[in-house]
């Protein structure tokens, strides 16, 4: 069965910093992409980073340059370091598994979600 | 505002069909695929690939693809799908990208 747990949320305050990480189960982690996809307080899906199974990072415009994703795949854990955050960051972020069928991926599984407040 | 169209709300009475569509460029030769989430809920993939079911997701539960626009189904629509639906595209300029979302109401 597959499983994605994600931890290291919490309040922090504007320009701090924080690391995500999701713990993986159920399948070959290292052979897979895996994406961060954020919801802010009712709003939608955004999604935020990509790392592909080869390390490569991709970013959303709206947090390129502050946040960064990375993993591990000898601990099948992906993680999501985010830098000089800001109120509009605030969100449940949501680890999930990506499947690529042909030019069309969706998100196959998907984690609880970590809530992340940035309040003074 | 977002890459892909979506209405923010459809209404449907029990054992009725509701149609959710999503509209946008980067449909045009892709395929969409859709989520489910409920209140306080993790997003649930129901549709891949434009018409497929992932396991486990009710016979209900349709895609189709027309040009740029792609909708959702749901036949005999039931109390249990009363939900927060998402479509998605990827694209390689934009990757991963998603609709705004529709609350589907069923009353």
């Known amino acids: 069965e597959v499983q994605l747990l994600e931890s290291g949320g919490g309040l922090v305050q504007p320009g701090g910093s924080l690391r995500l990480s999701c713990a993986a189960s159920?399948?070959?982690?290292?052979?897979?992409?895996m994406s961060w996809v954020r919801q802010a307080p009712g709003k939608g899906l955004e999604w935020v980073s990509a790392?592909?199974?080869?390390?490569?990072?991709y970013y959303a415009d709206c947090v390129k340059g502050r946040f960064t994703v990375s993993r591990d795949n000898s601990k099948s854990t992906l993680y999501l370091q985010m830098n000089s955050l800001r109120a509009d960051d605030t969100a449940v972020y949501f680890c999930?598994?990506?499947?690529?069928?042909?030019?069309?991926?969706?998100?196959?599984?998907w984690g609880q979600g970590s809530l992340v407040t940035v309040s003074s | 505002s977002y890459e892909l169209t979506q209405p923010p709300s459809v209404s449907v009475s029990p054992g009725q069909t509701a149609s959710i569509t999503c509209s946008g460029d980067?449909?045009?030769?892709?395929?969409a695929s859709w989520y489910q989430q409920k209140p306080g809920q993790s997003p649930v993939l129901v549709i891949y690939?434009?018409?497929k079911r992932p396991s486990g997701i009710p016979e209900r539960f349709s895609g189709s693809n027309s040009g740029s626009t792609a909708t959702l189904t749901i036949t005999e629509t039931q109390a249990m799908d009363e939900a927060d639906y998402y479509c998605?595209?990827?694209?390689?300029?934009?990757?991963?990208?998603f609709g705004g979302g529709t609350e589907l109401t069923v009353l």
């Open positions: 999930a598994k990506e499947e690529w069928w042909g030019g069309s991926p969706a998100f196959d599984y």
């Open positions: 159920g399948f070959t982690f290292s052979t897979y992409g």
């Open positions: 790392s592909a199974k080869n390390g490569n990072g």
């Open positions: 980067k449909l045009v030769n892709k395929y």
């Open positions: 690939q434009g018409i």
């Open positions: 998605q595209a990827w694209d390689s300029s934009s990757a991963w990208i």
